[in-house]
């Protein structure tokens, strides 16, 4: 079974973690083209722990898989930031599923408001959450 990570304790320079959640909000969903004539949706979810709350983008398939209310876990997230906004999102290897577990969210800390910069590219690294 994989570590689960507590929201509080997400750091942008992680990519690997599990996470146990509840889905607070959704937000508008949005179009994305690309350069290369693709196009993609794209959607942000306001998702909490007992220990803090951030945003969740999910892309394409991956919007459908959660709703307003219910619990999750999600294995192999990452983080971005993007204009020192950080969240959680999925990759190609993520896994989400409905989980039996019931979550006090604690909404006082959303980590997406706090400012994070960039990681340096000589420090951005796939490290999973354990190495550190």
């Known amino acids: 079974m994989a570590k ?13 973690v599990t996470i146990h959640f509840i889905v607070i909000d959704s937000y508008e969903e949005k179009n994305i083209n ?6 993609h949706k794209t959607m942000d979810f306001l998702v909490a722990d ?10 394409d398939e991956s ?13 192999n997230a990452r983080l971005t ?5 950080m969240k959680l999102t999925s990759s190609r290897k993520s896994e989400i ?11 006082d800390n959303n980590m997406s408001e706090k400012k994070f ?11 999973k959450s354990s190495e550190y």
């Open 4 to 16: 689960i990570t507590k929201i509080e304790k997400l750091d942008p320079r992680v990519w690997g």
């Open 34 to 39: 690309f350069a290369d004539g693709s196009s």
């Open 50 to 59: 007992d220990s803090a709350s951030i945003l969740l983008n999910l892309w």
């Open 63 to 75: 919007i459908n898989s959660i709703k307003k209310g219910k619990t999750y876990e999600i294995d």
């Open 81 to 85: 930031v993007f204009n020192n906004i």
């Open 97 to 107: 599923k409905e989980i039996e577990e019931k979550i006090i969210p604690k909404l």
């Open 117 to 127: 910069k960039p990681a340096k590219k000589a420090f951005f690294s796939k490290k």
